[in-house]
């Protein structure tokens, strides 16, 4: 489904002071407990999924690293999606989570830490910021991957900057290890990133 109705693997959480959303910044951050994350995870999954996606009802916007497809949701339905996506290259994977919290939009940002070739600060226009390190949704190239943050095509970001407001919850994972995680096949958190909520800049 692709209109809005109502209007409405591997570990990498990046810290930097600017945001490099076009370039390439990205600092190990110090995680958690492993016992704390997987008990946050392990909590989610007790929460019924919408149906069609590797996400909650709690969600109001999904992210399937794996099927490289977003979703935007309200009250456990499905508005908008699947859309396409590409996410961070290797070494700068986007941060995954089940309680990533949006705080911060911006209608067109400008990276300080990327530039044009002729040195102008790179755009990134409808960001929608989520994640420690500056990690947004914006609209991007979907034809190459990001330094972490979540590319969407024009039309999409502008949908996901409009529908989401700071404090909505973002949900981020490859969806085949959450779904058998699950089915208790696997421990989905032995090799991915702290489920806490960061606050910062990035790309």
């Known amino acids: 489904m692709t209109g809005i109705r109502r209007f409405g693997r591997r570990r990498a959480t990046v810290v930097g002071v600017g945001v490099v959303c076009l370039g390439a910044l990205s600092v190990g951050y110090l995680a958690t407990p492993a016992f704390a994350e997987s008990a946050a995870a392990k909590s989610t999954r007790e929460i019924p999924l ?3 996606t590797p996400c909650t009802i709690t969600a109001r916007s999904c992210v399937d690293l794996e099927a490289k497809q977003a979703w935007l ?3 456990g339905r499905i508005v908008r999606g699947p859309v ?5 290259g290797k ?3 986007t941060p995954t989570g089940h309680s990533l919290r949006v705080y911060r939009k911006e209608k067109l940002h400008l990276s300080q830490e990327s530039r044009t070739p002729d040195g102008q600060p790179s755009k990134m226009p409808w960001s929608v910021f989520f994640e420690n390190g500056g990690i947004a949704f914006h609209g991007g190239d979907l034809d190459r991957q990001s330094a972490g943050c979540i590319h969407l ?9 409009d529908y989401l407001n700071v404090g909505d919850q973002v949900q981020v994972v490859y969806g085949s290890e959450e779904l058998a995680a699950r089915r208790g096949e696997i421990d989905a958190e032995h090799d991915r990133n702290s489920d806490t909520d960061h606050r910062a800049d990035v790309r």
């Open 153 to 161: 095509a024009a039309a999409d970001a502008k949908a996901w900057f």
């Open 50 to 52: 919408v149906e069609g």
């Open 73 to 75: 949701f309200e009250n």
């Open 84 to 88: 396409d996506m590409t996410s961070g």
């Open 91 to 93: 070494g700068e994977e």
